[in-house]
């Protein structure tokens, strides 16, 4: 009787990989908030607030993984995600991913975004990188996050100086 179990439940993992049905992509619907805050040592806490769309059947954890923060073309650091992120199944919402970056990255690119702000209103803010999923706690896959959202300058700058 387990090894029968054991052989459904092998079928039924090689059936959800396999099967391109069982999967629909999650959308990214936009960012909706940002903030920076200092945390002990040297490191700043951004806090990006995107809206997700999930319509699969299954909730998708978004697991810790690395990316690099850009304000326009100009590379501003890495980040890290601070903890996972869990996408509920049949659901839009509003997730918050929280990354810890370098305050020394932050701080060199201040002056360039001054001098920006007297050209410019806005600026582009992106985050870009590999993306680890997994469902059910085995099944993995890696995505490409490309997200990016223009931004008021004067607004960046005042997230800046708060943190």
């Not at 459904?8 to 990989?17: P, R, S």
């Not at 999930?54 to 326009?72: C, G, H, M, T």
């Not at 990255?105 to 600026?123: G, N, Q, V």
Request: glycine residues 4%.
């Amino acid at each position: 009787m387990r090894k029968r179990l054991n052989i459904w439940g092998f079928v039924l993992i090689i059936f959800t990989l396999s099967s391109c049905s069982l999967y629909e992509d999650v959308e990214f619907l936009g960012v909706q908030n940002y903030s920076f805050e200092q945390m002990e040592g040297s490191q700043i806490k951004a806090s990006i607030t995107f809206k997700i769309n999930n319509p699969n059947v299954y909730s998708i954890k978004l697991k810790q993984s690395d990316f690099e923060i850009f304000l326009d073309n100009d590379k501003l650091g890495s980040a890290r995600m601070l903890e996972d992120l869990k996408i509920i199944k049949k659901k839009e919402g509003e997730y918050t991913l929280n990354l810890a970056l370098q305050e020394s990255e932050l701080k060199s690119s201040i002056i360039p975004l001054l001098k920006k702000a007297f050209s410019k209103k806005t600026i582009t803010f992106r985050v870009k990188g590999r993306l680890k999923a997994r469902v059910f706690g085995i099944i993995g896959k890696k995505f490409d996050i490309n997200e990016s959202e223009e931004v008021s300058i004067q607004e960046l700058i005042k997230k800046f100086q708060t943190s």
